[in-house]
């Protein structure tokens, strides 16, 4: 017996216990299950492409993290996850990297407008726009040449450019590469095809405009 605890004392602290350890095996096993769903989906998605895929488990009840690299649309591309914060701020990402190659201009930088960038027009602070409100109230655009306003504003790169900015609330391109983060890991091959398929719209419109071929 514990030394200063009655018997029924220590029934309570063993059955708080039991239930701690009861509860604690049970979320272990759902993470796990989920690890594994994620796992057989990226996996899958990796083999139909002939992508590789590599996979590193994590600690006890913590997800692992994972990592696909090919190409699209002739351009490489990386997916990975990676973890982020610690205790309550701790999360997951996954990144998207995406070389958009020489058929997108390479120095204008664009990224999503965000509430910030609408309180600083208040105060005169803006971006520079092309000529198109969708685009204007979308995206924060820095750098552009006259043959980046051409290229931008072009049909078959508009509506992608939408596509992106709605999809996504934090990416980014830079020097013709476009990176996309999210605080979410696809489970299936349908959410990853969701996650991707801006990505690829956009990759697709970047090759036709240059007739580039795989």
Known sequence: MLT??????IGIFSSVFG???GVASLIGYVR???WKQQLQAWQGFANTR????FARSGFMYSAGTMEMKGRLAGRPISVETEHRGFGRHFHIVTIIRHGLGDGFPRGVTIRPQTL???FLTMFGVKDEEIGDASLDNALDLRNVTPKARAVLLSAAMRQPLLNLARAFETFSIEDG??????IAVPRTTIELYGLLNPVRELADAVRGAVGQTD
């Open 177 to 182: 590469v476009l990176t996309v983060e999210v």
């Open 116 to 118: 910030g960038d609408a």
């Open 4 to 9: 200063g605890m009655t018997g029924i004392q």
């Open 19 to 21: 239930v701690g350890l």
């Open 32 to 34: 796990w299950q989920h």
């Open 50 to 53: 002939d992508w590789s895929f």
